[in-house]
């Protein structure tokens, strides 16, 4: 039983954080690319 839960929990773990990081890099990434960009000039 803890070994199924605990199996269960780090695969949740593993897809929150690939979505955490796809999100990241898709929102987070051009942005500071941008403030970067304007810093530059």
Not at 28 to 38: F, S, W
Request: no cysteine; net charge positive; charged share 35%.
């Amino acid at each position: 039983m803890e070994r199924g839960l605990f199996q269960d929990a780090s695969l949740a773990e593993k897809t929150t954080l690939n979505e955490l990081i796809a999100l990241y890099s898709k929102n987070i990434l051009p942005k500071l690319r941008g403030r970067r960009a304007e810093e530059a000039r």
